[in-house]
């Protein structure tokens, strides 16, 4: 089967400009995941969606971020406008269901901040 | 937050030693799994060990669970230079909550 598929693979804006990057599942897959990793670190969970429907996002940090999911396949997440800080990878997931089942992950988008 | 905690936070083996990493984790889970991620590319699923489980085994992989230490560990065997990556233990709180990912091991196998 195909792997989930993101693109771009690397991004580089300066502060306070506008990025997006998309996603999209292995097919079937109910929920879609988020996450940003900074170097040296754990990926940190931004949204879950389970179809188009929003399950957790208590660490997105809306006044900048947004996500969306239309039609419950593919993805756009979105920083605007961007900080420094925000240099990290931002990686996509999707399992077939519920929390707690192994998450199948794109490769990513490298965004590097001037 | 990242319940899970990885240690030691990087190790370094000749090829054909085992290697072995240690997860610990703060809540009760009804799972924990292991990951692994090469450098530049996203993570790889490696095993899942249920809460009710004390060891499971995959290939030249063997984690261990106890859920009164809330410990884990992953035993990786002969060791090979393609086993070079960090690992995380994720873990899957009780309850409707998503996976936690630890700060991960790095591991260098060296040929």
């Known amino acids: 089967e195909a792997g989930v598929a993101q693109s771009p693979r690397y991004k580089i804006i300066e502060k306070r400009q506008s990025v997006a990057f998309w996603c999209n599942p292995i097919s079937g897959h109910a929920t879609l995941y988020w996450y940003q990793q900074i170097l040296g670190q754990g990926p940190k969970l931004l949204i879950q969606f389970q179809n188009n429907g929003v399950v957790d996002d208590s660490q997105l940090p809306k006044d900048r971020f947004s996500a969306e999911r239309l039609k419950g396949v593919d993805s756009t997440l979105k920083i605007q406008p961007a900080k420094l800080e925000d240099s990290a990878v931002y990686l996509c997931?999707?399992?077939?269901?519920?929390?707690?089942?192994?998450?199948?992950f794109g490769d990513g988008t490298r965004l590097s901040i001037l | 937050s990242q319940q899970g905690e990885e240690d030691p936070q990087a190790l370094s083996i000749q090829e054909g030693e085992n290697a072995t990493m240690n997860c610990s984790y703060k809540t009760s889970i009804n799972n924990l799994q292991w990951y692994r991620q090469n450098s530049g590319r996203g993570l790889v699923h490696l095993i899942l060990?249920?809460?009710?489980?004390r060891e499971k085994h995959s290939g030249r992989l063997r984690v261990t669970l106890d859920t009164s230490k809330k410990s884990s560990s992953l035993l990786i065997t002969a060791s090979r230079a393609a086993d070079t990556a960090s690992y995380f233990c994720a873990t899957a709180p009780s309850g409707n909550t998503p996976l936690v990912f630890g700060k991960g091991t790095r591991l260098s196998v060296i040929a």
């Open positions: 060990i249920r809460s009710n489980e």
């Open positions: 997931a999707s399992s077939p269901g519920p929390e707690g089942q192994p998450q199948h």
